[in-house]
Nanobody, 115 residues
Framework: QVRLVESGGGLVQAGESLSLSCTAS????????MAWFRQAPGKERELVAS????????TYADSVKGRFTISRDDAKNAVYLQMDSLKPEDTGVYYC????????WGQGTQVTVSS
């Protein structure tokens, strides 16, 4: 079973940057399109960014387009999320998973953006 571990969250001010990392156990990582999700307080979990197998195709939610960049390193079983120009509305717990959220969820990493 794949185990996902997210890290890199923290408390920052609006306009600053954070870089999130997610590492996965198991050899099936490279066979999965991967994604980052986030869940804000009182809201449903939402898809933020996704990256296909091979890493050449990425998609983003409109709310983060132009500010966030997703990447992956299959040799390290890792997926990353570079978040720039952060806004208070980016606050939430960030999770990685495959594109459909079908793997076991990790504990997530908290991102808090103050205004």
């Amino acid at each position: 079973q794949v185990r996902l571990v997210e890290s890199g969250g923290g408390l920052v001010q609006a306009g600053e940057s954070l870089s999130l990392s997610c590492t996965a156990s198991g050899s099936i990582f490279s066979l999965n399109p991967m994604a980052w999700f986030r869940q804000a307080p009182g809201k449903e979990r939402e898809l933020v960014a996704s990256i296909l197998i091979g890493g050449e195709t990425t998609t983003y939610a409109d709310s983060v387009k132009g500010r966030f960049t997703i990447s992956r390193d299959d040799a390290k079983n890792a997926v990353y999320l570079q978040m720039d120009s952060l806004k208070p509305e980016d606050t939430g717990v960030y999770y990685c998973n495959n594109r459909w959220g079908a793997l076991s969820w990790g504990q997530g990493t908290q991102v808090t953006v103050s205004s």
